[in-house]
């Protein structure tokens, strides 16, 4: 079974920086792509960034040029520099996992809390 450990959320001032880490474990095969997701209050689960095991990455527009998603595959762990926060970035966090094997699994972390106030 999967495992995900997410670990970097805090509370921080407007303009400030955090970076998220996730590692994964107990996975026998390759894990193909990992993202961070994240919810806000009353609002559903969007993507904010993910990256293949080859490197490409993709992002929501409202992170773009501030948040960075790098990965190390030899320790199966992802990160999120983010930078530039804003009060709109508050939200619980989530890491996925994706694995492809015959079929197409996907693991989900306990997510982590961003809280952006002054």
């Known amino acids: 079974q999967v495992q995900l450990a997410e670990s970097g959320g805090g509370l921080v001032q407007p303009g400030g920086s955090l970076r998220l880490s996730c590692e994964a474990s107990?996975?026998?095969?390759?894990?193909?792509?990992m993202g961070w997701y994240r919810q806000a209050p009353g609002k559903q689960r969007e993507l904010v960034a993910g990256?293949?095991?080859?490197?490409?990455?993709n992002y929501a527009d409202s992170v773009k040029g501030r948040f960075t998603i790098s990965r190390d595959n030899a320790e199966n762990t992802v990160y999120l520099q983010m930078n530039s926060l804003k009060p709109e970035d508050t939200a619980v966090y989530y890491c996925?996992?994706?694995?492809?094997?015959?079929?197409?699994?996907?693991?989900w972390g306990q997510g982590t809390q961003v809280t952006v106030s002054s």
């Open positions: 107990g996975s026998k095969f390759s894990i193909y792509g």
């Open positions: 990256i293949t095991r080859g490197g490409i990455t």
């Open positions: 996925k996992a994706t694995i492809v094997t015959m079929t197409v699994s996907e693991y």
